[in-house]
Nanobody, 123 residues
């Protein structure tokens, strides 16, 4: 029905940059908010950044001023530009989207997740 496909992870040196992308496809009626979570080994999953359908954004304190989330509404895609990366940013990053699909004569909303992409910041 709905798929989220991520791209752009990898290995980068401290101070470097990476850009993550996540494209949603399938029988989508509407996408509300989209965002990125991350989970490092031994740590809880945390919200990194989120963008609403009205383009309001919010960020984890740890990434403010370094990461920028953006959205391409026509392409159902969300991007995360990560600058000034630090070793503590190392984690698996997963995108999510709160999506409405048509079901019969109604609409159903659910959260959908990407498969996750590894970001490693190391010298």
């Amino acid at each position: 029905q709905v798929q989220l496909v991520e791209s752009g992870g990898g290995l980068v040196q401290p101070g470097g940059s990476l850009r993550l992308s996540c494209a949603a496809s399938g029988s989508i009626f509407s996408i509300y908010h989209m965002g990125w979570y991350r989970q490092a080994p031994g740590k809880q999953r945390e919200l990194v950044a989120r963008i609403t359908s009205g383009s309001s954004t919010n960020y984890a304190d740890s990434v403010k001023g370094r990461f920028t989330i953006s959205r391409d509404y026509a392409e159902n895609t969300v991007h995360l530009q990560m600058n000034s990366l630090k070793p503590e940013d190392t984690a698996v990053y997963s995108c999510y989207a709160h999506i409405a699909i048509t079901q019969g004569v109604g609409i159903m909303t659910s959260d959908y997740w990407g498969q996750g992409t590894q970001v490693t910041v190391s010298a």
